[in-house]
């Protein structure tokens, strides 16, 4: 008895095997993977020349032990404000700092008949906080080379996920460093009584909340590189399934992950001195500008060092405050401002570590329901994050550009939607019926009847450009 029907067999004859296409030698395929693995090369061959440009004439690694031998030198008749006094606010350890400190003080108060103090305006209360802030920030970005520890460094060359973007990093850090030396060897020729100071002349204006946020943005992006993750990221790092994926071959599966670029090497991997000696016009080399001085060469070093350890953030906030300093000590006539300044500087007391927290997530794992309620405000934060960060490619330095004297806003800044008319509208208008009460379709969308239009919402075309996103900040 049959249980199943014979199937009969094509009049053609039995069926032939059938010939599956593979990347063979030669294939179309073949190309496209060959192209990609030469790109990949060439991209980690120009990192590679890139991180040889740094360690010409420098030594990342025995980095720690010039430093620990140039702080006695560094505190031998030592002033406020000097290059010695920055170097060694953020070298020295908490105890010999808290003493340093209250011995400029006091110097200055004897120097410059008692307490100059004056109460601060709004605004440069805002300053102060940032400018301590950054102070900070340093200090942890230089722990490695002040306590000896070796687990939070993460250098440049190991970054290779996206070599491409680690190369562009790179390359912004040597235009930064360059322009750092041109600055410094500027301000040697120039008198100390110079009105150097971080308290912005700007008022309260949109060119100001720019530089406020390109500043707190280099802030999020050192404290960014102090960690493995969310050093680099892309807009797919917005997706949960793309951060529970990540965590699981994290977890389960780390030699994939680490090809990946999600987990650090198991080897430090710290760059070693180059064969070739630094030369005139190399990154480590003073000769071009005719400087032979032992704590301006250790300031050029310790950028160096932040460039290859940490990237552009760091080493961009590390000139950025160097500027602020001098090399000779205080001059009997100094304008208020720069005195304000000294006074500042010398009152800063420093922490001596407190609690250490990782970034925060853009899009909280633990929530299912909370990345749904806005999904454009978090396209929003990200494309500005990218846009700020183009700032610091752009501009070498923010000292010049916010300390314009007699300042005046050209024009207007653009008309921008009221969110208090906004708000009036939704509460002055009719009670309609909620969404949740309204018919869905079959795939559990709202029907087309009810449209943002009828209630009150703004439709925003994904094409236009959010007004908060920038590409170059002022």
């Known amino acids: 008895m049959e249980v199943l029907p014979t199937i009969p067999e094509p009049e053609d004859g039995p069926t032939k095997s059938v010939d599956i296409p593979f990347d063979a030698q030669g294939s179309p395929y073949a190309l496209v993977d060959e192209k990609a693995t030469q790109i990949v090369e060439a991209e980690n061959q120009k990192l590679d020349d890139l991180m040889g440009k740094f360690t010409k004439g420098f030594d990342p690694g025995s980095f720690r032990s010039v430093v620990l031998a140039s702080l006695p030198k560094l505190a031998t008749n030592l002033f406020p404000g000097t290059y010695a006094h920055f170097l060694l606010l953020l070298l020295q350890s908490f105890e010999l700092l808290q003493r340093i400190q209250l011995d400029m003080e006091h110097w200055l108060l004897g120097c410059y008949n008692g307490n100059q103090f004056v109460s601060p305006t709004e605004t440069n209360l805002v300053d102060e906080n940032f400018f301590g802030t950054e102070l900070e920030m340093l200090r942890q970005l230089l722990e490695p080379i002040r306590e000896g520890t070796k ?58 909340d720019s530089m406020l946020s390109l500043r707190q943005h280099r802030l999020d992006a050192c404290r960014a590189s102090l960690y493995w993750d969310s050093y680099g990221g892309s807009d797919i790092e917005l997706t949960s399934f793309f951060r529970f994926y990540k965590e699981h071959v994290s977890k389960n599966e780390p030699a994939k992950a680490r090809a990946s670029g999600w987990l650090p090497p198991k080897s430090p991997q710290t760059p070693r001195l180059s064969e070739q000696p630094a030369l005139e016009g190399d990154l480590a080399s003073w000769a071009a500008f005719g400087v032979d001085n032992d704590v301006i060469d250790l300031m050029l070093k310790t950028a160096l060092w932040l460039s290859v350890a940490r990237g552009l953030a760091a080493v961009h906030l590390f000139c950025e405050i160097a500027r602020l300093f001098v090399l000779d000590k205080p001059s009997p ?16 007391r420093y922490s001596t570590g407190g609690a250490q927290f990782s970034p925060s997530l853009c899009v909280p794992q633990e929530s299912s329901t909370f990345p749904s309620r806005n999904v454009d405000y978090f396209q929003d934060v990200w494309k500005t994050s990218y846009g700020l960060a183009d700032g610091l490619y752009d501009n070498k330095t923010l000292f010049v550009q916010h300390n314009v004297a007699n300042f005046r806003l050209h024009r207007a800044p653009s008309r921008r939607r009221s969110g208090h008319r906004d708000m009036q509208l939704v509460v002055h208008a009719p009670v309609r019926e909620p969404l949740a009460s309204l018919p869905c379709t079959p795939d559990g969308s709202h029907s087309e009847t009810a449209t943002s239009d009828e209630y009150d919402f703004i439709s925003l075309s994904p094409e236009r450009k959010p007004a908060c996103s920038r590409s170059k900040t002022v």
């Open 151 to 208: 687990t939070s460094i993460f250098w440049m060359n190991t970054r290779r996920a996206d070599a491409s973007w680690t190369c562009d990093q790179l390359e912004a850090s040597i235009s930064v460093i360059e322009s750092f030396k041109s600055d410094i060897c500027a301000a040697m020729t120039k008198s100390s009584c110079v009105g150097k100071t971080f308290y912005s002349t700007l008022p309260v204006s949109v060119e100001r």
């Open 333 to 348: 006539d100094l304008k208020d401002e720069r005195l304000k300044f000294l006074y500042c500087v010398t009152r800063h």
